[in-house]
């Protein structure tokens, strides 16, 4: 190519880049005239509106950060519902206990099949049933909630030995660190309750921040002293 037509090129393109130009009448060849032609057009004012337009700025910028928006808009929203439920949770388990503690037993039923059926079905708004897991500890009093059961320590270590008397007071032959019986207990008897969800959140974001593929435990647990039925 020679000298003079790199230079009709390069001043189209500079046409193109800073504004517009003039087709020159000189000898060229007709790839050299074509492209200047474009250069002048794209050159002209209307192009330049173009060129120096911000009008889609917001648009490019939006684009831009929207993801982060809405995994941040899902993480918010998904933290509300995993703290309401929380919160349902601990509701559910309070009135439960509150049953418990009388004493009512539905008709046709059982008081343990009473109790749980009273968590479900409030828990149930917001958590899949079949996941909860409900528990119920008996004490004789609240001094001894969660007590290790009595025991003689013969050689003074602190802690119960093989060999070492104890007393069972939850009556299953064998020595317990909490000394808590299974169920609902009896007249005046404390009783714990306890229920559990596993949570699992959705939003990528939450899941990483959360461990454990996004699911931690919810808890609720309730302690009451049943009433003289
Ligand atoms: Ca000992
Ligand atoms: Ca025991």
Known sequence: MRNQEINYWLHSILSILLGPCEVSTARKS??????????CSLGSPKFKRFRFSEDGATAVEFALIAPALIFLTFAIVESGIAFAADILLKNATYDAARTGR??????????????KAKIRSQAGVLMDVDKLVITSMSYKGFDVLKKPEPFTDKNGNGVRDDGENFTDVN?????????GANGYGGTAQVVLYTVTYPWTFHTPVLKQIVGNNGTVELTATAVVQNEPY
């Open 30 to 39: 007709e790839s050299v005239r074509s492209f200047e032609r474009m250069g």
């Open 102 to 115: 009388t004493g009512f037993v539905s008709e046709d039923s059982t008081q343990d099949a009473t109790v």
């Open 171 to 179: 009556g299953n032959g064998a020595y317990d660190l909490d000394q």
